[in-house]
Every structure is written in C-alpha cells, then in structure tokens.
T-cell receptor, first 114, second 113 residues
Framework: DAGVIQSPRHEVTEMGQEVTLRCKPI?????LFWYRQTMMRGLELLIY????????DSGMPEDRFSAKMPNASFSTLKIQPSEPRDSAVYFC????????????FGQGTRLTVV | SQKIEQNSEALNIQEGKTATLTCNYT??????LQWYRQDPGRGPVFLLL?????KEKRKERLKVTFDTTLKQSLFHITASQPADSATYLC????????????FGAGTTVTVRA
C-alpha cells in the first residue's frame, strides 16, 4: 500500500477563496482523522470518522470548515471562505480502529492563505 | 477535560547519551499512550504504544515507561545517534472505545555528533 495520500502537497490561495484538501486513507482502515498543525498550537484534531461516519467534529474551529467522507477510500476537508489564520499544515491520518491501534499519517498539505 | 503536556520544547544531547522525554497528563489515566516521531516536512510516524497496566515497553534503542501514580510517561532513546534528531510526540486515547487520538506539543531532540 502507498500509505495515506494527501493532495495537494502545497496550496497557496487568496483570502476568501474556497480550499479543498483531499485524502485517500490506507485500504481497509476504518478510522480517518484530520489534524491541523501550527507552531503555536501544535497538532490539533479537527474531526475523525469511523466507518465513514463523522464521530466527533468538536475540533473544527468554525462553520467555515467542513469535512466529508463519501466512501471508505476518500475524504475531503473544505474551508470556505479561507482566511490568513487558516494557514497551517493539514494532516490526514487513518487507522484500523480500536484504541490500541496506531494512526498512519499522510505527508500533509501546507496551506498558505494570503 | 484531559490535557497532555510535554514539558520540554527542545532537548540537545551528545551522541551516545540517553535522551529522556516526559509526557504528563492532568486528569484520568489514559488507557493507551503512544509515541510518534516527526521529521521536518513529514507526518508523524508511530513508534511505540503502552497500555495503562504496563510499566515498560521496549523497541530496539527505545524505551517507554508509564507511571499512573505520577500521571507520567517517559520516553528514552539510548545510545543516541544524530539520526535520532527529530520531534517526538506523545498521544493518548482515553479508553478502549475511544477513537479520538490527541497529541502533546512535542519535544524536539537534537543529537550532536
């Protein structure tokens, strides 16, 4: 397996534009996580899915953020409209499910909103 | 709510020495505690998991301990090498039915040759 695949790797957009980040989890994994990482706040959990169903979205900062998982092999994180303070590295991770299992991270998407 | 804290932002050590990193939690004892390594520009990579009823776990030159009395986990890198230079993150899940994986801020280790 190629691991968790995220696209794009880098995204530069203007304030107010819509941004969509994409993630392909490892085949067979039941859990999917979206994280945001900044120097100030570290690695923050935004939302996680289990069997394609959103379980906890309490980490989503505002209504401008939304995430979907239409099937087991694809998830998106959308920011609309984007703001400069959304600039960060966004990671997607997947896991087999269960508390004693690890998370496998993608390479991340570095988002810059100017 | 549970807070997980890594006390040191940065740790500089000489090659060959043991690096010891600390992860403290504030409230309940997490059922599972994990340690990850993150290199610049890359996502975290899993290293070790320890359960609350385990005192110690080892993997090659890595050792993790879990002290529920002190509410603390220690992560040791023995015989450190420059290639061990990275940021190390601890993460926890509250219970066996909890899928939510929350991370500490991380400690950046630099090993000098």
């Amino acid at each position: 397996d190629a691991g968790v695949i995220q696209s794009p790797r880098h995204e530069v957009t203007e304030m107010g534009q819509e941004v969509t980040l994409r993630c392909k989890p490892i085949s067979g994994h039941n859990s999917l996580f979206w994280y945001r990482q900044t120097m100030m706040r570290g690695l923050e959990l935004l939302i996680y899915f289990n069997n394609n169903v959103p379980i906890d979205d309490s980490g989503m900062p505002e209504d401008r953020f939304s995430a979907k998982m239409p099937n087991a092999s694809f998830s998106t994180l959308k920011i609309q409209p984007s703001e400069p303070r959304d600039s960060a590295v966004y990671f997607c991770a997947s896991g087999e499910g269960g508390a004693n299992t690890e998370a496998f991270f993608g390479q991340g998407t570095r988002l810059t909103v100017v | 709510s549970q807070k997980i804290e890594q006390n040191s932002e940065a740790l500089n050590i000489q090659e060959g020495k043991t690096a010891t990193l600390t992860c403290n939690y504030t409230n309940y004892s997490p059922a599972y505690l994990q340690w990850y390594r993150q290199d610049p520009g890359r996502g975290p990579v899993f290293l070790l998991l320890i359960r609350e009823n385990e005192k110690e776990k080892r993997k090659e030159r890595l050792k993790v301990t879990f002290d529920t009395t002190l509410k603390q986990s220690l992560f040791h890198i023995t015989a450190s090498q420059p290639a061990d230079s990275a940021t190390y993150l601890c993460a926890h899940r509250a219970g066996s039915n909890d899928y939510k994986l929350s991370f500490g801020a991380g400690t950046t280790v630099t090993v000098r040759a």
